[in-house]
T-cell receptor
């Protein structure tokens, strides 16, 4: 089975722009979660989608949004980019989104905001 | 809110030796799960081992084992017979039951295995 894939792997944007990141979960997985990883704040939960519905949301401003499609693929969008949004964005998928499920992570998208 | 603390930002160990990484957490929940994830320099995060809080027996996966002390809220990872491929960032993570997939991570421990 193919693992979790994320595109693009690298992105460079300027302040004020918006960006969309994509995540394709493992086949058969219905839950997708997003995390932001920075040297200063570490790994922080952004949001989780299950069956096209957002189930949980972390403590991030409304500029961060996401969605999930019927094939379980997910996108996250960041509008009005700020320098502090520079980070590695990881997505993870699991079979059913239960807390006991193992989450499988993708390689991440490295976003640099100039 | 749950918090996870890894008090050792960096550690090193000689190849073939044993190393223990520490993790403590704070929660008022009684039903939860704990994980150790490994993030090698290539950045793909992979699960090393998991522990269900309701299980008293410590989890073991080949060279990896945990020491789970529920009362002390401690969850350390022991790596035996360390290998060069174990060089990575290690993250301790917590999730309480019915939290969906909302993991709370510790700050990480950078482990270097030296030849």
């Amino acid at each position: 089975k193919a693992g979790v894939t994320q595109t693009p792997r690298y992105l460079i944007k300027t302040r004020g722009q918006q960006v969309t990141l994509s995540c394709s979960p493992i086949s058969g997985h219905r839950s997708v979660s997003w995390y932001q990883q920075t040297p200063g704040q570490g790994l922080q939960f952004l949001f989780e989608y299950f069956s096209e519905t957002q189930r949980n949301k972390g403590n991030f401003p409304g500029r961060f949004s996401g969605r999930q499609f019927s094939n379980s693929r997910s996108e996250m969008n960041v509008s009005t980019l700020e320098l502090g949004d520079s980070a590695l964005y990881l997505c993870a998928s699991s079979v059913s989104g239960r807390s006991a499920d193992t989450q499988y992570f993708g390689p991440g998208t490295r976003l640099t905001v100039l | 809110a749950q918090t996870v603390t890894q008090s050792q930002p960096e550690m090193s160990v000689q190849e073939a030796e044993t190393v223990t990484l520490s993790c403590t957490y704070d929660t008022s929940e009684s039903n939860y799960y704990l994980f150790w994830y490994k993030q090698p320099p290539s950045r793909q995060m992979i699960l090393v081992i998991r522990q269900e809080a309701y299980k008293q027996q410590n989890a073991t996966e080949n060279r990896f084992s945990v020491n789970f002390q529920k009362a002390a809220k401690s969850f350390s990872l022991k790596i035996s017979d360390s290998q060069l491929g174990d060089t990575a960032m290690y993250f301790c993570a917590f999730i309480y039951n019915n939290a969906g997939n909302m993991l709370t991570f510790g700050g990480g421990t950078r482990l270097m295995v030296k030849p």
